[in-house]
């Protein structure tokens, strides 16, 4: 998809948002509804830390300008114009994404691209916030997969082997931009360099995560297309809420 132009330098205030921005790009051909709601995320989110500094402006305004070139595109699809089947269908990836990286540790297969799909899967639970607020299930799965994304990354880095499947959590985090640049530790996998950031799991608590609860063979391919459900009658506008952020910057 053309999502508009490119946008301008992220500001140092946006680094939080620059992987769900990547994430968007990367599944701009493959899934745009799920490319949408990541820039939609961006794009509330940035509000939120700096709507009035001059760079901030002009990068929020751009991305708004790409937000309405997807919604005009996709307008016609169920996913974006009403929130529960949008919700579902972010919802359904995300949970694909953390399947496939699940079974992959679960079967000891660590590799560059299960590490990426965990820590996208956290990226994409972040992203089902701008449908309100988090299920326990949900908070509980974000905060393992970018646990897991930092702890197999960083027992590979150091020539260890991880321990597959749920286990008591430490604190873990690794930069993603010299890592993934530079680690000969990790297999061959078709992630490319981001903007320099941190994975950050060290702020989560010890706990034992043995509650999680994953159907065994659950196996899904990361790339795997949600299933999103028929129309259920509920519809809520993103068009107000894209008239009300862009009021806000103007």
């Known amino acids: 998809m053309a999502a508009a132009a490119a946008l301008p330098p992220l500001p140092p205030q946006f680094k939080s948002i620059q992987h769900h921005l990547r994430t968007a790009q990367e599944l701009d051909k493959r899934e745009p509804v799920v490319a949408y709601y990541c820039r939609l995320y961006a794009m509330q989110t940035g509000m939120k830390i ?10 929020l305004s751009k991305l708004m300008d790409q937000l309405e070139a997807m919604k005009k595109q996709f307008g016609d699809n169920e996913a974006i114009t009403q929130d529960i089947v949008g919700s579902a269908h972010v919802e359904n990836y ?11 540790d679960r ?13 996208t899967a956290s990226l994409l639970i972040d992203v089902l916030t701008v449908f309100g607020e988090l299920s ?12 897991k994304a930092a702890y197999i990354h960083n027992c590979l880095k150091n020539g260890e082997t991880p321990q597959p499947g749920p286990i008591g959590m430490e ?6 931009e010299r890592e993934e640049a530079g680690s000969s530790s990790l297999h061959s996998g078709t992630t490319q360099p981001t903007s320099s950031s941190t994975y950050e799991a060290n702020n989560t608590p010890t706990t034992n ?3 999680i609860h994953i159907p065994p063979g659950a196996h899904a391919p990361a790339n795997t297309p949600a299933e999103v459900p028929h129309n259920t009658g509920i519809s809520q506008s993103h068009a107000k809420k894209h ?8």
């Open 243 to 250: 008239t009300f952020i862009k009021e806000q910057i103007l």
């Open 209 to 211: 995560f043995t509650g």
């Open 94 to 104: 995300a949970l694909k994404m953390f399947l496939y990286a699940d079974n992959e």
């Open 136 to 147: 326990e299930e949900n908070v509980q799965h974000r905060k393992y997969a970018r646990w």
């Open 171 to 176: 604190g873990e985090s690794f930069d993603l």
């Open 50 to 59: 700096d709507s009035k500094t001059p760079e901030c402006r002009k990068f």
């Open 107 to 119: 079967a000891g297969q660590f590799h560059k691209n299960m590490i990426k799909s965990f820590y």
